[in-house]
């Protein structure tokens, strides 16, 4: 079954395989600002270049006890419990943004501790559980 | 068992089995819907907006299941030239892109009630549009290119092709930052959906598998009727 022909099919194919496999990881290495969907709170304090009006979108979790709300706008703090970015925003809310939980904003940062968001999205993580299996947990906790 | 593939068999086989297949996938359907929409707990996050899931993760796992034989098929058919493989993966194709084009929609509606948005472009959501075009570029190539060696070779390729963004879409919620969240079941950790709604979701997964099987296999009939013509019309 593994004659010639085969064997340099096979090689062929492994050959092309292997090269597209390099084009798309340099290519979405490459990419890698805009693959990304949003930047974490520590990778804004680390990043060397940025634009303070370009529009940029951050991600992590809503600081416990940091939301403010004055009238239309809203303040609370994004963190990723290494760094903080302090947000303002004035619109709509999504259901499940809360205290505790993800949230990715998107906007302008005014400077890196400081960004205005036009738009707020709530982020979920991936556990799953009835609300009574989360009380457990609260209290074991 | 790789005779039972064989033309002669298979439409001997097909009739009852479809039947059978039919019956079981119905009832199993039905037990899983009883138990996503009525019997399972709301989630303690998204309450009742989580039911979604029991429709949108078995299809995911399909989607991408599916164009995994299709790329294994496709190899296979490139090197070791099976007469019978172009037949299974042309009958796989549909099916799979039905399956793609149900989790963005069904992914698209659970969106909008618990990140507040439709759709955005972050890494799983876009390679799983890019995975939907893959699975209609390769039925469009069997649809409209009328000779059958050229549409093989060219389909073969988009299946080959398409195999590099599997990885991609399974490993984008890891590698990125993305909107869409972790993913929940994976081969090396413990899931983190609690049982009561790990059930229903495998038997949600179990009644569509069927299901795509059916689907299939009533494709697949119809080829091997056509390749046994066009056999036939050259001798």
Known sequence: MLNKRVKSRIFFLSFFFFIAVLIIFFTLKSLQDNVVYFFSPTEIHNKSEISFNKKIRIGGLVKMGSINKEGNMINFIITDLKNEIAVSYSGLLPNLFSEGKGVVAEGKLNDKKYFIANKILAKHDENYMPPEVSKVLEKSN | ?235
């Open chain 2, 1 to 235: 068992m790789l005779k039972n593939f064989f033309p002669n068999k298979i439409l001997s086989i097909n009739h009852q089995l479809i039947n059978g297949l039919i019956i079981l996938m119905i009832f199993i359907i039905l037990f899983g819907l009883a138990y996503s929409l009525f019997l399972s707990p709301e989630d303690y996050i998204q309450g009742d907006s989580v039911r979604i899931m029991y429709v949108h993760v078995p299809s995911s796992f399909i989607a991408l299941g599916i164009f995994a034989l299709i790329g294994t098929g496709s190899i296979l058919n490139l090197i070791f030239k099976i007469k019978i493989m172009p037949l299974i993966t042309k009958s796989l194709a549909p099916i799979g892109s039905i399956f793609t084009l149900i989790s963005i929609v069904t992914g698209s509606l659970w969106g909008k009630p618990t990140w507040g948005i439709w759709w955005v472009w972050d890494a799983r959501l876009t390679s799983m549009l890019i995975l939907l075009f893959f699975y209609l570029s390769y039925v469009l190539t069997w649809k409209f290119i009328k000779n059958f060696e050229k549409a093989n070779k060219i389909s073969s390729i988009i299946g080959i092709v398409g195999l590099i963004n599997l990885p991609v879409i399974k490993y984008s919620v890891d590698w990125w930052n993305t909107l869409h969240q972790p993913s929940s079941i994976t081969l090396t950790s413990a899931p983190t959906i609690h049982h009561t709604m790990l059930v229903p979701l495998l038997i949600m997964l179990a009644g569509m598998i069927v299901y795509s099987l059916i689907v299939f296999l009533m494709k697949y009939k119809t080829e091997l009727i056509k390749f046994k013509l066009n056999k036939n019309k050259k001798k």
